[in-house]
């Protein structure tokens, strides 16, 4: 039965990196460096500098903040129509159960008018994000 000590620590690496280089860059191509190194969203300099030494392939995500606002905005639209289409039904129930039948009618009509109000504009918002999608494709097919 043999013993085994602890000897604390943490346990070596199976590959360590020992090599390492120095790269003294001007201030021209320092701004030229922080630009692609932005651009890349690598997770830290050494590993974008790795990356391109060494030709691996690294994937670049854009964000554009418009863009992810558009899309917010959207989602929030679809919400406010859901809820609109909830308070379309009871207004429709409570006008039928508590007032005649001319006075519900003209209430409906000017609804409905609001309704058609609605869908026309929501058409319009339909066909500009699918312009949007349109041009945004086109732009990242120009990119690459």
């Known amino acids: 039965m043999g013993q085994h000590f602890n000897?604390?620590?943490?346990?070596?690496?199976?590959?360590?990196?020992?090599?390492?280089?120095?790269?003294?860059?001007?201030?021209?191509?320092?701004?030229?460096?922080l630009t692609k190194y932005e651009k890349s969203g690598a997770v830290n300099k050494s590993a974008f500098i790795k990356n391109v030494l060494l030709g691996k392939s690294f994937k670049v995500f854009v964000v554009d903040q418009n863009t992810r606002e558009f899309i917010d905005m959207l989602s929030s639209l679809n919400a406010r129509y859901r809820t609109f289409v909830i308070d379309y039904d009871l207004t429709v129930k409570t006008l039928r159960e508590n007032f005649t039948e001319t006075k519900a009618l003209k209430a409906?009509?000017?609804?409905?008018?609001?309704?058609?109000?609605?869908?026309?504009?929501?058409?319009?918002?339909?066909?500009?994000?699918?312009r949007f999608d349109a041009e945004w494709m086109r732009n990242s097919n120009e990119k690459e």
């Open 7 to 33: 000897k604390g620590g943490r346990p070596p690496k199976i590959n360590p990196a020992t090599f390492r280089y120095v790269v003294r860059f001007n201030a021209v191509e320092n701004g030229v460096f």
């Open 108 to 130: 409906l009509y000017k609804l409905e008018q609001v309704a058609i109000e609605i869908v026309k504009l929501n058409r319009e918002i339909v066909n500009l994000a699918n």
